[in-house]
């Protein structure tokens, strides 16, 4: 039963969010073409006003009075070309003002889909390591720090998440794997290198060096041989 709560408020959720953001849509359709709509009027304007000014300047020779008049009109155009690039500026801020909010709904909405598929991850600790190492992971495919800054849907961490685990997994995988390969050497003992044999080898040859020479130079050295062995 309350799985099924879950998920009809789940599904009322996606519906509301899908909803707002068709009517964002449609906004900011309306908004651009308004835009446009003002661009094109001012674009006329200031054409008009560039056009006639060499006509105002053969008027005031011909007909004052014409000039006058025109001049007037002229006044009123600028006037007019002023309110339209006002109204587009404030325009363009509203919708720029709409964005940005969307965005930030956005962020919210995938940051708690995120903490739903990822638990731990509410340890802020834990979070942390696994972003730099996701990070680490996207910069070596050739992301750069702008494309990770806008990394926020939640589908593309986890699926980034995901990638980041596998190659993880199979670095430690390919690590035992050469391990096994190469086992690490056993040294038996009385080998020639163990200082053992080597004292052994030692004392033969003073021996073989005391029974032919008879010297009791040679007789000493092997006795303190045996004796340091010992």
Known sequence: ??????????????????????????????????????????????????????????????????????????????????QVDQQRQAIDQIRKNEEEKAFHESVKVNEAKLLDALPDWRDSTKRGAEQREIAQHLISLGYSPDELNSLTDHRAVLIARKAMLWDRAQAVKSKQTQEQK??????????????TNAKTQQIQQLAQKAKRSGRDDDVVALLMARSDRG
Request: proline letters at 5%; zero cysteines.
């Open 1 to 82: 039963m309350r799985q099924q709560d879950y998920t009809r408020k789940t599904t009322e959720a996606a519906e509301l969010t899908k909803q707002a953001q068709q009517e964002r849509q449609f906004v900011q359709q309306e908004y651009g073409q308004r835009i446009n709509q003002l661009d094109n009027l001012s674009a006329a304007l200031y054409q008009e006003l560039v056009g006639n000014q060499a006509e105002l300047a053969k008027l005031i020779e011909t007909d004052p009075q014409e000039y006058l008049r025109q001049q007037q009109r002229m006044s009123q155009k600028a006037a007019l070309l002023n």
């Open 182 to 195: 190469t086992p690490p050497k056993v040294v038996k003992p009385g080998t020639a290198n163990s200082p």
